[in-house]
């Protein structure tokens, strides 16, 4: 069953419409919250008016900092903000959240908070990249070696811009308090996270909050972090004894959730006349947003790529008046593939290599920064098998060889590889007398699959088909299993998974034993395919329970953590892909995709090629279209779908995806390591070496949009 | 957005007594509902004139006579338009998305505000939303807006394809208010910002575009729409260009012209067509022609392309439309 | 001036804006007039006839969710730009965010809660499923009452066609191959 093609299991509700995501969560006598924000990018706040919001027609309550609902301070670090929302009165970006109108209806509340006025004490806000800055300092990464000669030398700057996550679904809470107890219906990758935050800053035992998040509509990171809605939509329920709804708008999830840093990066490369690399180095800048603290590791995918003998990496961050940096899809690797796939190409040409070539000499069979083998590492399959089925071969070695009409056709590829890790997770299975079984765990399903992974897994364990398991994720009160980031979902939770599904085989056969009303009492049984059979008799679980009037058996399976100091763990991937440039007004599209991945066991390869493609797709994005872009203000003034570009249905070719059929057998028994993250890594850098290869011009600095190209 | 007093009017001269200062008609609400809730538009009333007949789509008089109520999907697939104006229906084809087209009216789409995103956002001074704020884009974020036709107090470009399409082939529209109908000239119909970027147009207040008027250009079956935009689709123009042309024994006999995307209106560029006229219809004819469109081009920090991506915007849309390919 | 407007309106939307009035009460009401600030209408979803008194500034996108407990379709931006909220008026594909539900009196609107026939899926429904047309399934509902107008629609048969029609349906989660195929057996059944 595993590595089959599997229909979603939560495919019907989806299509129907069925599904429940957070805001869709009806409660009798629910009220709307409306998120107010500071219209200034730096500075204090003097003075709010709130008496014509308070007026208005169905307001019950306006909070702002001169009145706030009290939250206690963030402990830990969450990628997301630093400070919970109006507790103090300093402006650290555009459009914070300042206030908080509660109103009967959304049409009130919105209007409402309209109605507030702010005064403040303005500061220039910094919002310059690199440029001048508050605090810039410099984080040494990593130096292998010393050496920096060769005879050979390649040096260049590429930078990346702002971005965004755009997950369809705007960030969306509901809460409602039972005496003490608090129920929370939120967006989350992983509703212990949220747990965790409110149990800080509201200050009520972790026990006490239920948190749920069955479906989540789409994340990328964004919804990793805890935003100002959460907090306040609790804190306001609990002082006005009334469920609170609150949904940031679409603009206000811009401001303020999260977005991918602007960096910079600036690679110096040596290596022999054969192309034999013997020196990286990539000083890396990225910004971080002064909402929050996280900023990203830029240049650090550097460290782990090609085989060299001296690497060094650097990081300075630049602190700008901007809301929390946070992580997106592939942090870091991302953006960091972009400057070293772009930079292995511009070297391959200045040597005359084959770019594939030119990979192949400097594959790093060992971790390039620290000397150990890989648990397991099939890249170079990857580049002849992409290679191969691409058609690589008859690649014109010029660039502006090759024109279709008036459109200049070109092709690229780069690498793909992304970090793997596998995390301590708990699972329960359950088996019900109605001959179902139930898989839970705190893991959430972004439109991973994980539901799918889920079903898929217990199924194989329990040898029942797919469509009798019932997975139950995205609800605190399961056991802990891991958070959908880092693509470690199913690389963590799957072993938890069969674990889970193992013991409860032993439970189920423990009460087929010693359950008096059991047929197989006092006798040698055996499990197979959902059966118990002693002798010729033959019961299924659902039957036996029925039977000895048993409500069900359980057992919860946890799978540790991975302590493995010995190996490099990374998934791989190549990428090759063809664009064309229109000769006149030079727009680039994409029209043909193949990417082929090394990422262990793929449990169900309908979604996992989904994933790849989806991330393909946002990698067309990063590419070609999108950049958030700030002025003065420091407002994103792009901060809505029709002008910040996200790839619609005609910019995306068919995208053919292949996976190598190798387990990881160091990672875990079952060998999945993660494919969430790995398809966007290197699509930038593939599509930039594309365009270059139609038109001769080497676009440094994403997007690569038009104008760069006439 | 603000609360507001709805009606719905069945009679034109239903609607045009409801009308008043404040008062806002309601069409497919594609523009309005959308800047209502921006609080870009706070009307006290509105008036849904979508049972108003002013709808129909015929050959009258030599001219294509289009009801402002018609909405942009079917005017796109009627068989007229596509047969005597295809540029008509290429333009709205490339507009917005399905679903819009099949809410948005021709009327409001003639009458759609501009996209740039300061004019959007209330928090941002704006000369065109609150006469006198400022205007933020002429040093801010500009790469969209225009460089033909604008002034120092708005450098907005008119966001609408249709019109494009409309004031190249000298469009007229028919105004309607209590004190009866007027005609105007589409391209005169529409106000350069000058000091007052806040008046867009000539349209009264309460009146109403009863119909398009489009006279029938024999040869204007030769005619193209070229739209061009970082994406595919679902994307307002950096640059268009609606072009229909004569040619003769390969001789550039008569041609329209406009461009959108790049400025203040919907602009008719009479300087290239009288340049073409009696050309070769070639590429490099075209390409020298169209270096006028750009005369008086006032280019911002990031828009600067838009010059340069306008000439050859002209180019490529002449060669598909003189089939010269 | 605009203040007073503003309270008056206010005011009269207060005591039930927003509030969908079980059908008795609005029979009750029927003979009076709506009170000023409110409106009353009567339309079809999904087959069934429904009467509302409401707030103008009601949306159709918020009257299904909030009023009418339809929460299949989906609120992505709100604003036009995304498609998330696409639902039938009428037989014809619109944005359910960009209307206001006081313009329908009289009209049909279907949305994703009625295109199956009971337990039967839709073919477009059954076809997204077969191809993974979706991920986080947000914008999955919007997705479909487009692509059952986009396969209903002849003059769309290329995959460049069909992937223009269907561009004012956004998916972040990049189901966009995946979509194009499930149309394109949607259509063939279809034929
Ligand atoms: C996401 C998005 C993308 C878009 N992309 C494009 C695009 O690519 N190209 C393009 O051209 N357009 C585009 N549009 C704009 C769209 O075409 C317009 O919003 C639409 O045409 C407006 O028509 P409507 O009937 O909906 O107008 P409404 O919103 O009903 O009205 C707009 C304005 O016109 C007034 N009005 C309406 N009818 C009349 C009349 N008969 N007489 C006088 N005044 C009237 C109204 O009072 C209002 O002020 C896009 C819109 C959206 C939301
Ligand atoms: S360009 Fe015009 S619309 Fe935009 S901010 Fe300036 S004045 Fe306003
Ligand atoms: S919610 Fe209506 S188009 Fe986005
Ligand atoms: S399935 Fe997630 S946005 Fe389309």
Redesign the pocket.
């Given at each position: 069953m595993i590595g089959r093609p599997v229909d979603r299991v939560d495919g019907r509700i989806k299509v129907t419409g069925a599904a429940p995501y957070a805001a869709d969560t009806k409660i009798p006598g629910v009220t709307c919250g409306y998120l107010v924000t500071s219209t200034i990018g730096r500075g204090r706040l003097t003075g709010m008016d709130t008496a014509a919001a308070l007026a208005s027609p169905g307001v019950l309550a306006v909070y702002t900092p001169f009145n706030p609902l009290k939250l206690f301070a963030y402990v830990q670090e969450q990628n997301d903000e630093r400070f919970p929302p109006l507790q103090d009165t300093e402006i650290r970006f555009f459009g914070q959240a300042i206030g908080f109108v509660v109103a009967e209806t959304w049409e009130q509340a919105r209007d409402a908070a309209g109605l507030v006025t702010a005064t403040y004490d303005q500061q220039p806000p910094v919002t310059e990249f690199p440029g001048r800055t508050l605090q810039a300092f410099e984080e040494v990464e990593e130096v292998v070696g010393t050496q920096t000669v060769g005879d050979i030398t390649f040096t260049a700057s590429y930078t990346t811009p702002f971005q965004h996550h755009c997950a369809m679904e705007p960030h969306a809470t509901v809460a409602t308090w039972n005496g003490d107890h608090l129920t929370v219906y939120t967006v989350s990758q992983g509703a212990l996270l949220v747990q965790r935050r409110l149990s800080e800053t509201l200050g009520v035992d972790a026990a006490k909050i239920h948190v749920l998040s069955p479906h989540v509509g789409g994340g990328f990171g964004g919804k990793w972090g805890n935003w100002a809605q959460v907090p306040l939509a609790c804190a306001a329920s609990r002082a006005l004894g009334r469920p609170v709804k609150a949904v940031l708008t679409r603009e206000q999830v811009f401001a303020m959730a999260g977005h991918r840093p602007r960096t910079k990066q600036t690679l110096a490369m040596t290596c022999t006349e054969d192309g034999k690399l013997t020196s990286i180095v990539n000083d890396g800048v990225t910004s971080r947003g002064l909402g929050g603290n996280w900023s990203e590791s830029v240049a650090n995918w550097t460290l782990t790529t090609y085989a060299s003998p001296n690497l060094r990496v650097t990081k300075t961050v630049v602190p700008l008046n901007l809301g929390a940096a946070t992580v997106m899809r592939a942090p870091g690797e991302a953006n960091g593939s972009f400057a070293l796939e772009s930079a292995m190409d511009e070297l391959a040409a200045q040597l005359g290599v084959d770019p594939v070539e030119l990979r192949l000499r400097n594959y790093a069979t060992l971790v390039p920064n620290t000397g150990k083998p890989w648990s397991g590492k099939h890249l170079d399959e990857c580049y002849r098998l992409g290679a191969e089925e691409f058609g690589w071969s008859k690649r014109p070695k010029q660039v502006r060889a090759t024109a279709d009409g008036d459109w200049l056709v070109g092709t690229g590829m780069a690498t793909a590889t992304y970090g793997a890790s596998r995390g301590q997770a708990s699972i329960k299975v359950r088996l019900h007398p109605d001959g179902t079984a139930s898989v839970s765990g705190t893991a959430a399903d972004l439109g991973t699959g994980q539901y799918t992974v889920f079903a898929i897994l217990a199924a194989d364990e329990l040898g029942i088909p797919v469509t009798r398991v019932r997975p139950d994720l995205g609800d605190s009160t399961s056991p802990a299993a891991a958070n959908a980031g880092g693509s470690n979902s199913t690389c963590t939770n799957g072993p938890a998974v069969q674990v889970a599904a193992k013991a409860v085989q032993t439970e189920l056969i423990t009460l087929a034993t010693t359950n008096p009303r059991s047929p197989f009492y006092g006798k040698e049984v055996s499990y197979r395919d959902g059966s118990v059979s002693s002798g010729g008799l033959t019961m299924s679980f659902g039957t036996l329970l029925t039977t000895c009037d048993v409500g069900g058996v359980e057992a919860v399976g946890t799978s540790p953590r991975l302590v493995d100091p010995e190996h490099g763990f990374r998934s791989f991937g190549a990428h090759f892909c063809e664009v064309r440039v229109h000769r006149l007004t030079g727009e680039p599209r994409v029209t043909r995709w193949l990417s082929v991945c090394d990422a262990g066991t793929i449990v169900n390869a309908k979604a996992a090629r989904s994933q790849i493609q989806g991330a393909v797709v946002m990698g067309i994005g990063q590419a070609l279209l999108e950049a958030t872009e700030v002025d003065v203000s420091a407002r994103f003034t792009n901060a809505n779908l029709?002008s910040y570009l996200v790839p619609v249905h005609a910019d995306i070719p068919r995208i053919d995806v292949r996976f190598l059929d190798h387990s990881d057998p160091v990672i875990s028994g079952l060998g999945a390591k993660g494919i969430g993250e790995l398809g966007i890594v290197g699509v930038a850098g593939a599509i930039a070496n594309a365009v270059h290869h139609a038109t001769g011009v080497r676009v440094r600095d994403l997007p690569i949009t038009l104008d760069k190209l006439l | 957005m603000h609360a507001f007093d709805y009606a719905a009017a069945s009679t034109v001269r239903g609607a045009l007594d409801l009308a008043g200062p404040g008062s806002?008609?309601?069409?497919?609400?594609?523009?309005?509902?959308?800047l209502m809730k921006l609080d870009v538009?706070t009307p006290d009333r509105v008036i849904d004139?979508n049972a108003l007949p002013?709808k129909g789509i015929r050959l009258h008089d030599g001219a294509l006579r289009i009801g402002?109520?018609e909405r942009?999907s079917d005017v796109a697939a009627h068989p007229v338009v596509r047969s005597v104006h295809p540029v008509i229906s290429k333009a709205l084809l490339l507009?917005?998305?399905g679903q819009?087209r099949n809410?948005?009216?021709i009327?409001?789409?003639l009458?759609?505000r501009t996209r740039c995103d300061y004019f959007r956002d209330v928090t941002s001074a704006c000369n065109k939303r609150r006469p006198g704020s400022g205007c933020p884009a002429l040093t801010g974020v500009n790469r969209n807006h225009a460089v033909l036709g604008t002034s120092d107090s708005c450098v907005a470009t008119h966001?609408?394809?249709?019109a494009v399409a409309f004031v190249a082939l000298d469009a007229q529209v028919v105004l309607r208010s209590k004190d009866g109908d007027r005609v105007a000239p589409l391209e005169e119909f529409y106000r350069l910002p000058g000091s007052t970027p806040d008046r867009e147009n000539v349209?009264g207040p309460g009146e109403?575009?009863a119909e398009v008027v489009v006279p029938v250009l024999p040869w204007a079956r030769h005619s193209t729409y070229l739209k061009i935009r970082d994406r595919q689709s679902?994307?307002?123009a950096l640059t268009s260009v609606a072009a229909a042309v004569d040619v003769k024994r390969g001789v550039v006999q008569d041609v329209r012209l406009a461009a959108g995307g790049v400025a203040a209106k919907p602009w008719r560029l009479r300087a290239v067509e009288e340049a073409l006229k009696g050309g070769v219809a070639i590429e490099r004819t075209f390409a020298e022609a169209a270096e006028s469109a750009v005369d008086g081009a006032r280019p911002l920090a990031h828009n600067a392309f838009k010059t340069a991506l306008l000439k050859r915007t002209i180019v490529r849309a002449l060669l598909d439309a003189a089939g010269a390919r | 001036m605009t203040t007073s407007r503003r309270q008056f309106f206010g005011q009269a939307a207060a005591v039930s804006a927003g509030v969908a009035l079980s059908a008795p009460a609005v029979e009750a009401l029927a003979a009076e007039p709506a009170p000023a600030g409110l409106v009353d209408v009567v339309f079809e979803v999904n087959g069934e006839r429904q009467k509302l008194r409401l707030d103008p500034r009601v949306t159709l996108l918020d009257a299904l969710r909030e009023q009418l407990g339809l929460v299949g379709t989906k609120k992505g931006c709100d604003?036009?730009?995304c498609g998330a909220c696409t639902v039938h008026v009428d037989d014809r594909r619109v944005l359910s965010c960009?209307t206001l539900t006081a313009t329908l009196q009289g009209k049909e609107v279907t949305t994703i809660e009625g295109i199956a026939d009971g337990d039967d899926l839709h073919p477009v429904q059954r076809a997204f499923i077969d191809h993974d047309g979706f991920q986080c399934g947000f914008c999955t509902s919007g997705q479909i009452m487009s692509a059952v107008k986009v396969v209903e629609e002849r003059e769309v048969r290329t995959d460049d066609q069909i992937r223009e029609a269907m561009s004012g349906n956004i998916c972040r989660c990049g189901a966009y191959p995946n979509i194009l195929e499930a149309i394109k057996q949607a259509k063939a059944g279809d034929r």
């Open positions: 029709a | 806002a008609f309601l069409a497919g609400g594609t523009t309005l509902v959308d538009l004139v002013l402002a109520l942009m507009s917005a998305s819009v809410m948005a009216s009327g409001g789409n009458m759609q966001a609408s394809d249709v349209l109403l575009i679902y994307e307002f | 604003r036009g730009q960009l």
